[in-house]
């Protein structure tokens, strides 16, 4: 799964809120006022329970007397640490804010003069609700001779970020922000990541524009793409809930109707909805694979977990990917055409294909002997629409046995490997310049070419960052991915003894792993269990540890067995 977008939700920098009047939840809020009644309830009566085995977090002495948000702050603090991470900017990062705040970053007047101005272009922002990065804008236009043009701008960070500068030292550490549900870390400080090289919305900014035009939108033959510096403004921030439910017919969002020329932007943008489709469709006859993925939002009331809310992706979301993973193909192909080595993105094909001919046979589907992405697709075409409820465990067995996606540096007279996933050749990331460091080290080297200088980066350098990029993130996954545990382990703590239904999610050298259906939470499954991945089972809680992020459930018994 490639981070183009992230989930609803996962951006925020102090992790979700209920709201008075909060829609497109899969819970009612009845539902969510239970929780947070039964969550009181519970820390009034704590002393009272003495649970066996893993004990609960809150009455274990390292988390005594916090909030849940103190404590997952606490325990994200303590893993950044474990992996390397730094959670906080030096006094020297500090400083150099202070100064760009203040002083601005000059330009030469050649350099400045190849930014184009784009500012009236149809541009939008599409993005989570609470989202404060803003990385890209998108525009569409239907042109006189019947071709349509497609743009995407992405923030210009690399101008106020140099090379092997205090920011840029920073950045390279982490190589990303980094995501929990209770603290974000940002790789480029907020005063510049959440302003000046945001594109937020009624501003002018400097960007990189992806500019690319097809024949029509039932012909995506290219006429011509390009890549240049350009001013943009953001005529609206949309959010990707409610654009969704109106490109699926419904309300127009308040943000966009009220927005100015709002019944322009709107047409473009339905434009740029049925491009994002026609593109998704040539992808899919390419063989690119579409997976889905189960994100939890850990939902806060003042400091408290409340709620975990599953939020898959909606058709706004599909559509800036696909725009996102059109710019990257430009990009790189841009850097290919002008002899310059590059950092790609690639998903290598699968070395344990076997495996995964293995795995599909147990759903009676007989994949060809040598690789064939294509074929995988049809299978994960058909066990979507066969058991849409266990296709997001379906499709991570899936990217286990594939493999990780990782950067490798590409010199200029090198085939790329290629990315298995995407069913493409080229393809660098470029798009999300504020989070990723591997972008902005691909807008240096596009600067450079649009300057006519020498690369910044030597062969040697960029093999070194593609390698620790590589190795960083499978880091940031780990802190993520513990934060996330810990949170679902507090929302469960005053469950201990109830009922769910749930699903196998994973057997591996005798552990069960199993999902709950009405929560996005997976836990151990104890004791003895026959049965397979993708088998229903009733399960009990029995207990919960949030510093270490254990979940442990039982089978209850059927009827039958009983």
């Given at each position: ?169 920073h950045a390279l550490h982490n190589t990303t922000s980094v995501y929990t549900a209770a603290q974000v870390y940002p790789m480029l400080p907020i ?34 793409e390009s890549v240049y510096l350009g001013i943009v403004y953001n005529h609206a921030k949309l959010a990707y809930p409610s654009m969704s439910v ?317």
């Amino acid at each position: 799964l490639e981070p183009e977008i992230l989930p609803e939700g996962l951006k925020n920098m102090e992790g979700r809120h209920l709201k008075p009047n909060e829609k497109n939840r899969k819970r009612s809020r009845s539902q969510k006022t239970k929780s947070i009644q039964q969550y009181r309830h519970y820390k009034n009566k704590k002393e009272d329970n003495d649970h066996q085995g893993r004990r609960a977090a809150k009455v274990s002495t390292e988390w005594e007397g916090l909030t849940d948000r103190q404590a997952l702050k606490k325990l994200a603090g303590e893993l950044m640490t474990k992996h390397e991470l730094l959670a906080e900017a030096s006094e020297a990062c500090v400083a150099q804010v202070a100064k760009i705040v203040k002083e601005g970053v000059k330009l030469s007047e050649e350099h400045e003069a190849l930014y184009k101005d784009l500012r009236d272009l149809p541009w939008v922002s599409i993005d989570n609700d609470d989202t404060r990065d803003i990385d890209q804008l998108t525009a569409a236009m239907l042109l006189p001779n019947g071709n349509v043009r497609m743009l995407i701008s992405v923030a210009d960070c690399d101008f106020m970020v140099a090379k092997k500068d205090v920011l840029d030292v920073h950045a390279l550490h982490n190589t990303t922000s980094v995501y929990t549900a209770a603290q974000v870390y940002p790789m480029l400080p907020i005063e510049l990541s959440y302003d000046l090289t945001s594109l937020n919305p009624h501003e002018e900014r400097k960007a990189f524009i992806m500019d690319i035009t097809y024949v029509s939108v039932d012909n995506l033959e290219v006429v011509e793409e390009s890549v240049y510096l350009g001013i943009v403004y953001n005529h609206a921030k949309l959010a990707y809930p409610s654009m969704s439910v109106w490109l699926k017919g419904g309300e127009m969002p308040p943000a966009l109707a009220n927005a100015k020329n709002s019944e322009y932007l709107a047409e473009t943008i339905k434009l740029q909805d049925q491009i994002a489709r026609a593109i998704l469709e040539n992808r899919r006859k390419n063989g690119a694979l579409e997976f889905e993925s189960l994100q939890a939002d850990v939902i806060f009331h003042e400091d408290t977990v409340v709620d975990l809310i599953a939020s898959g992706q909606n058709r706004a979301q599909k559509l800036i990917e696909n725009f996102m993973l059109t710019a990257n193909g430009i990009t790189s192909r841009f850097l290919r055409s002008h002899h310059s080595a590059s950092i790609q993105r690639v998903v290598r094909e699968p070395e344990k294909w076997e495996a995964i001919r293995e795995f599909a046979s147990g759903y009676g589907t007989t994949l060809p002997v040598d690789v064939d992405n294509k074929a995988l697709r049809r299978f994960l075409s058909e066990r979507r629409v066969e058991d849409p409820v266990t296709f997001p465990d379906l499709s991570l067995t899936i990217i286990k046995l594939m493999g990780r996606g990782e950067y490798i540096f590409t010199a200029d007279d090198e085939d790329s490997i290629g990315h298995f996933g995407l069913a493409v050749v080229d393809y660098t990331h470029s798009t999300a310049p504020n989070r990723r460091y591997p972008d902005l080290v691909t807008q240096r080297m596009v600067r450079a070419i649009l300057l006519g200088q020498p690369a910044p980066y030597t062969s040697e350098e960029l093999d070194e960052i593609a390698q620790r990029c590589s190795d960083m993130q499978t880091n940031v996954m780990k802190v993520e991915r513990q934060v996330s545990k810990a949170a679902a382990a507090l929302l469960l703590d005053d469950k201990i003894g109830e009922e769910f239904d749930g699903i196998i999610t994973g057997i591996k050298d005798g552990a069960t792993w199993v999902r709950l259906l009405p929560l996005p939470v997976e836990g151990n499954l104890t004791g003895a269990r026959k049965g397979k991945v993708g088998d229903r089972v009733r399960v009990e809680l029995i207990s919960t540890n949030a510093p270490k992020g254990w979940i442990d459930f039982k089978v209850v018994p059927s009827k039958e067995e009983k």
